[in-house]
């Protein structure tokens, strides 16, 4: 059963030091094979579907739907 992670709303970069993943479409960003999903932890809405976001360290997300940044709630480098 896919496991559900809120992720934590981090302010927008200051600096172009990470990839932001973001698309016009509302839709999810990342698809992978990962029994984790992540989800924006402003709206709920799905940004990453079964993937390891560890994978993408320094990587941030920004919710399509609701424009906020999302980064690894168990990761500093966020
Ligand atoms: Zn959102």
């Known amino acids: 059963m896919t496991k559900i992670i809120k992720l934590n709303v981090i302010p927008p970069p200051s600096a172009k ?3 932001i993943f973001t698309i ?5 960003l990342i698809k992978g094979v990962e029994l984790e999903s992540h989800i ?3 709206c709920g809405f799905v940004l990453a579907e079964n993937i ?3 994978n ?11 424009k906020s940044y999302n980064g690894d709630p ?3 480098s966020f």
């Open 56 to 66: 993408y360290r320094d990587v941030m997300l920004q919710c399509p739907n609701c």
């Open 17 to 19: 030091k990470k990839t």
């Open 24 to 28: 016009d479409e509302k839709d999810v």
């Open 74 to 76: 168990k990761s500093n």
């Open 52 to 54: 390891m976001v560890y």
């Open 40 to 42: 924006c932890g402003n």
